[in-house]
């Protein structure tokens, strides 16, 4: 099975009052279309900065980001947006939805008018009906429950069939209950498109899904979680 992602020796600096941070260290990862793969560490591991590589977020400070074998940093800004707006959903902890607009226009956003927004428009409508939310298409966000806005971010990610999601934390700050289910619908779609599926978790717990896991600890990644 061909990669959809790899990451080369992937590394990342800033700048703090205390000095310089490294967030990710020489990190290397393949991820196989179809495939899920877990990022395991604590609060400051460097996650997030990991997953905002991973969905061509944001430039490596050194090494490879490849897409679909493709060197990211060849494309040019619109070739790279385009990228990012076909092939890569993310997930984040806030489910960072526009409060003026309805669940189904958030999730179908940025739409421009094509006749690949109007499939994705009612691509967006069957897959809340098939979470049993075709309640909340025409809701504003700040009516639905905090698990269903979260879920509403979830058909946002796979609404366009993207080869690869990127699911940063997402179940963090819900009830345990909450977060499997959260997880569980995630796990369903990716198996529905056939997406390529990196979760970024704060616990081993929630990894069980994923064929393949790493701990991610003072921006090193392990070969592989011990379980």
Do not use: Y
Not at 153 to 158: G, L
């Amino acid at each position: 099975v061909p990669a959809v992602l790899t990451l080369r020796a992937v590394s990342n600096t800033f700048e703090t009052p205390t000095g310089v941070v490294a967030p990710l260290r020489s990190v290397s990862l393949e991820l196989a279309e179809g495939a899920r793969v877990a990022i395991v560490g604590a609060r400051g591991a460097g996650k997030s900065t990991l997953a905002a590589v991973a969905a061509a977020l944001r430039a490596p400070a050194s090494g490879t980001v490849l897409f679909d074998g493709q060197d990211l940093a060849m494309l040019d800004a619109d070739a790279l947006a385009g990228v990012r707006r076909r092939d890569i959903g993310v997930i984040a902890t806030d489910p960072l939805l526009c409060e003026t607009m309805t669940a189904l226009e958030n999730i179908c956003v940025p739409l421009s008018g094509t006749a690949a927004d109007r499939e994705a428009r009612d691509q967006g409508r069957a897959l809340l009906a098939a979470l049993s939310l075709d309640h909340a298409q025409d809701a504003w966000p700040s009516r639905l429950a905090p698990l269903d806005q979260r879920l509403v971010s979830v058909v946002r990610a796979f609404v366009r069939g993207p080869r690869l999601v990127v699911a940063d934390t997402m179940g963090r700050g819900l009830a345990p209950d909450q977060a499997r289910t959260l997880t569980d619908v995630v796990v369903r779609l990716q198996q529905r498109f056939g997406a390529g599926l990196l979760m970024l978790c704060d616990h081993p717990s929630e990894a069980e899904c994923c064929e393949t896991r790493h701990a991610l600890e003072d921006g090193l990644l392990s070969a592989e979680l011990r379980t």
